[in-house]
Nanobody
Framework: QVQLIESGGGLVQAGGSLRLSCAAS????????MGWFRQVPGKDREFVAA????????GYADSVKGRFTISRDNAMNTLYLLMNDLKPEDTAVYHC???????????????????WGQGTQVTVSS
């Protein structure tokens, strides 16, 4: 079992930045592909970014490419999402997710992930 706890959300003005953290416990994340997803009420969970267990392969949704950066510190068992140039449409609850993986790949499908955090709210005002 892996427990994931997100932090770092909040209220920020458009153009601002936030860094989300996802602290994992129960297992070392260096054998887990991990990702960030976001959700607004009434909509499906949306892929934001993901990376492989090594951090060497990663991918981003087109809507955040060039503004968001996913990274991890396996020694600290923590995943990060640096969000720059935030826009009101980035407002959502952001969840981190993990799945054990030995292929070195990542996935943009929420169905692929076995473990989820409770989420942290990000609100961007215009």
């Amino acid at each position: 079992q892996v427990q994931l706890i997100e932090s770092g959300g909040g209220l920020v003005q458009a153009g601002g930045s936030l860094r989300l953290s996802c602290a994992a416990s129960g297992r070392a994340i260096n054998t887990f592909a991990m990702g960030w997803f976001r959700q607004v009420p009434g909509k499906d969970r949306e892929f934001v970014a993901a990376d492989s267990w090594s951090g060497r392969n990663n991918g981003y949704a087109d809507s955040v490419k060039g503004r968001f950066t996913i990274s991890r510190d396996n020694a600290m068992n923590t995943l990060y999402l640096l969000m720059n140039d935030l826009k009101p449409e980035d407002t959502a609850v952001y969840h981190c997710a993990a799945v054990r993986d030995y292929t070195g790949e990542y996935s943009d499908s929420p169905q692929r992930y076995a473990y989820w955090g409770q989420g942290t709210q990000v609100t961007v005002s215009s």
